[in-house]
């Protein structure tokens, strides 16, 4: 990411217009976010930014026509709940430019050097980057500084501006949350007027199946990150008739020198699922940017899991992966409570690993443990949820179960990683005939040298 280092601060007409921004206040207000009390989640993500970027202080402010009201604060500046005239608040800047602050000499920098809260604090150095709400406007900053002149590294503005997007996907999910409660009592109503006609209710019914796929669909990665020497696939399957979201979710990308590859289950349905898996999703991507131990990580899931959703509980597999040059993989990954990873050899044997774990949010400290796997050329490892063992072609039916997992398994030998998860997928939705109860997903990483 570049570093932007804006020459000159935006003049006060281009910083009025962008605050009085009709559908930038819009979408402020829409987020519930002013004036209202702390709320864990948002603490959680602040204490990330100033562990991060090791700031003195760190805020995330939400910004109306007049005053950045700080929802969250960590260090020795003014605490969450207060406010500061937007006029002396760094943060109007990011609302006016979209782009990240970048400020190594807050006291030379005559961007920053009149603002009140830069003197009362006595900034030396300060970073923001901008929070986006509905509709990719901005409604708020993440800051952090440091009492001296401090030079923003172009790895910690990218660190910071993962934790900024991670909090602008709570802020979206939270509305989410809110107008699906809404769009329950309108239905709710037009169920009880016996006067609705059969087709609005359809309408209705289609509303919710897009809205479900929607939500859904920001669970899952839109492109699986391409691990150098390997071949990479993943198909996800929702229930029934895909009107109510699971909780299901998938990831692969690349953290630093290695590469993370997540399969999860929220145990839930419905709005809070998606929270919940969007909440573990980010929480794994910012983790992993400093630390490398999946059983670290998943530890730290775990801890965000019950200061935000105390009672929920959640299975999980996190494997980190690297080449070894060979046109093989290392990986070390952890499992709690997850399904088993299943290894499939060159050879036809097929190795069970990842098992041993305790689900998340249900004991006070988990038990989770790291194992080491070696994947060699030709080896692939398939991550799944238990929506593929638990698949039943209808009620009091047989499971799909672990042998047929196998069994298919076995016959993707020299299959690409997309004939493996199509074989696989294709297997438990014959199997199910259209009854399947849970989303199922599959992810798989095959070692193979890549080909000139």
């Not at 196998?406 to 016959?411: F, I, M, Q």
């Not at 990683?417 to 997903?441: F, L, Q």
Request: with cysteine.
């Amino acid at each position: 990411m570049d570093v932007i280092r804006t020459p000159a601060a935006p003049g006060v007409p281009e910083i009025a217009a962008a605050l009085l921004a009709p559908e930038r206040l819009s979408a402020v207000m829409a987020t519930g976010l002013l004036d209202s009390p702390p709320e864990q989640a948002y603490d959680d993500l602040v204490e990330l930014a100033q562990e991060l970027t090791g700031a003195r202080n760190a805020v995330f402010t939400v910004i109306d026509t007049a005053r950045s009201y700080r929802k969250s604060a960590r260090g020795p500046g003014p605490p969450a709940g207060t406010q500061e005239p937007v006029h002396d608040a760094p943060g109007q800047l990011v609302v006016a430019l979209g782009e990240p602050l970048v400020v190594d000499d807050a006291p030379a920098d005559e961007r920053v050097s009149g603002m009140g809260i830069v003197r009362s604090m006595r900034v030396g150095s300060v970073l923001c980057l901008p929070v986006y709400g509905a509709d990719e406007q901005v409604i708020g900053a993440l800051c952090v500084s440091h009492e001296r002149a401090h030079h923003w590294s172009p790895r910690v503005v990218h660190l910071l501006a993962t934790v900024a997007r991670a909090i602008g996907s709570q802020i979206r999910l939270r509305s989410s949350l809110v107008d699906s409660r809404r769009r329950a009592d309108q239905l709710g109503v037009r169920l009880a007027d016996s006067r609705r006609s059969q087709a609005d209710l359809y309408t209705a019914l289609g509303e919710s199946r897009t809205q479900s796929r929607a939500l859904q669909a920001g669970l899952l990665p839109p492109v699986l990150s391409a691990i150098p020497g390997a071949d990479v696939a993943a198909a996800y399957v929702p229930a029934g008739s895909g009107t109510e979201v699971i909780g299901d979710f998938y990831d692969l990308f690349r953290a630093g020198d290695d590469w993370c590859a997540v399969m999860g289950d929220v145990c839930g349905k419905g709005i809070e699922a998606a929270q919940i898996a969007a909440l573990a999703r980010y929480t794994i991507r910012v983790t992993t940017t400093w630390e490398s131990d999946p059983a670290a990580v998943l530890r730290r899931l775990d801890t965000a899991l019950r200061a935000e959703f105390g009672g929920t509980f959640l299975t999980a597999t996190v494997a980190v992966l690297r080449p070894d040059g060979a046109g093989g993989l290392t990986g070390t990954l952890s499992s709690a409570g997850h399904e088993p990873v299943l290894v499939l050899r060159a050879g036809g044997d097929i190795d069970v690993v990842g098992t041993g774990g305790t689900m998340l949010g249900v004991l006070d400290a988990p038990l989770l443990h790291t194992e080491t796997v070696h994947l060699r050329s030709g080896d692939l490892m398939l991550l799944y949820t238990d929506g593929v063992t638990e698949a039943r072609s209808g009620p009091g039916a047989e499971l799909f179960g672990d042998q047929r997992l196998l069994d298919a398994l076995r016959t993707c030998g020299g299959r690409t990683a997309e004939e493996t998860v199509h074989r696989i997928y294709t297997g438990v939705t014959d199997y199910a005939r259209g009854n399947a109860s849970d989303d199922t997903a599959v992810l798989a990483v095959l070692a193979a040298q890549q080909q000139d």
